[in-house]
Structure formats: C-alpha cells, structure tokens
C-alpha cells in the first residue's frame, strides 16, 4: 500500500510499534525487525520478518509519503495490517494493490498447471 500527506514518516519508534501492532492482528508471528532513519529530517526504512514472510515499510519524510508491503504465506489476511499502519500514518490518501504470486507452480498447484 501507498499512503501519501503521512504524519510520522520520520518515526522509527512509532513505525516499528504499528508494524508490531499489524504483526497482531494479522495473527502473525514475528521473528525480528529492524528500523533505521536516514538522517535527523531523512525518511525510515524498517522491516519485520515474519515465519510466514514479511513486512517492509519504507518512508520519504519530505514527501510525506510511505510505501508498505505485506507479503504472507498461507491463510493470513494481510488486510488486517490497514488499521494498525493507518493509524500512525493518518493519511490523506491510500492506494492499495494487490499481488497474487506462486498461484500456478507445480508444487502449489499441479492440476491446474497440467491443465494449463
């Protein structure tokens, strides 16, 4: 997801505790995380690696502008994450995009691929 005129797009601290809070909803489970802002006024990049992937924020602090992705395996709903990373950004605008990937390999799906 894209969110653009975002607060807190130079707080690590508070980015790492609504990654945190995201990690739970979405019932995942975190593994570790690391955060790092770039200057005093620069943007922050962190991310949170999960047992069933991962999550990447990436901030410009003077665009005021946040590109996330939620990236999971299995059944867990990473729009679950929205309100968690919603809340610390508060927004004025959110692109969501979805990527649906590994949908026809033999090992996921080997009748369909067959059939293809």
Known sequence: MDMWDAENTGNAEAIEAAVAQAVHDCRATMLESSYRKYSEDG?????????????????WHEERM??????????????ASITALRDVFRPSRIDISEHKRL????????N???AL
């Open 66 to 79: 946040v590109a996330i992705d939620v990236f999971f395996c299995g059944s867990l709903d990473p729009y």
């Open 103 to 110: 949908l026809g390999t033999r090992i996921t799906h080997p």
């Open 112 to 114: 369909i691929v067959e």
């Open 43 to 59: 943007g922050v990049t962190g991310f949170a690696i999960l047992a069933e992937s991962h999550i990447c924020v990436n901030t």
